[in-house]
């Protein structure tokens, strides 16, 4: 597995436009940016430039237009969502699933489709321990 670098929400609206489709040039990331968030160009370019500095995302010139730079992501996407959600469960619940599942289930209420869903993955996952 690759080093995940540590992303801002900021950064992460970003990564999401580049996991979506990537090598997109700066300008279109700027206009999407500006009309998701608001975002003036400056602040969508620092962040840009941040993402490019951790290796999170990368950045090569478009070979038809030299002036064209093109952005696309370094990390993977689920090896990002695996990498925060290994980190959010070590950091709230000491790296125990459990608590955090029973933390889960006493706010939320699952209907019949979603346990049976729920009792297939626990079964998938203790299946292969034996």
Same mark, same amino acid.
């Given at each position: 597995?690759?080093?995940?670098?540590?992303?801002?929400?900021?950064?992460?609206?970003?990564?999401?436009?580049?996991?979506?489709?990537?090598?997109?040039?700066?300008?279109?990331? @700027?206009?999407?940016?500006?009309?998701?968030?608001?975002?003036?160009?400056?602040?969508?370019?620092?962040?840009?430039?941040?993402? @490019?500095?951790?290796?999170?995302?990368?950045?090569?010139?478009?070979?038809?237009?030299?002036?064209?730079?093109?952005?696309?992501?370094?990390?993977?996407?689920?090896?990002?969502?695996?990498?925060?959600?290994?980190?959010? @469960?070590?950091?709230?619940?000491?790296?125990?699933?459990?608590?955090?599942?029973?933390?889960?289930?006493?706010?939320?209420?699952?209907?019949?489709?979603?346990?049976?869903?729920?009792?297939?993955?626990?079964?998938?996952?203790?299946?292969?321990?034996?």
């Amino acid at each position: 597995m690759q080093h995940i670098p540590s992303i801002t929400d900021a950064e992460l609206e970003i990564m999401r436009i580049l996991w979506t489709n990537p090598e997109r040039p700066s300008s279109e990331i @700027v206009k999407l940016m500006a009309d998701r968030k608001d975002w003036s160009p400056n602040t969508t370019r620092t962040l840009l430039n941040r993402l @490019v500095q951790k290796e999170a995302a990368g950045m090569k010139l478009d070979d038809s237009a030299k002036r064209l730079q093109l952005f696309y992501p370094i990390i993977n996407e689920q090896e990002y969502l695996r990498s925060e959600t290994k980190s959010f @469960v070590k950091r709230l619940y000491g790296g125990s699933w459990r608590p955090m599942l029973a933390h889960f289930l006493e706010d939320e209420k699952l209907n019949a489709k979603e346990i049976e869903a729920l009792k297939s993955l626990f079964d998938d996952n203790g299946s292969d321990k034996q």
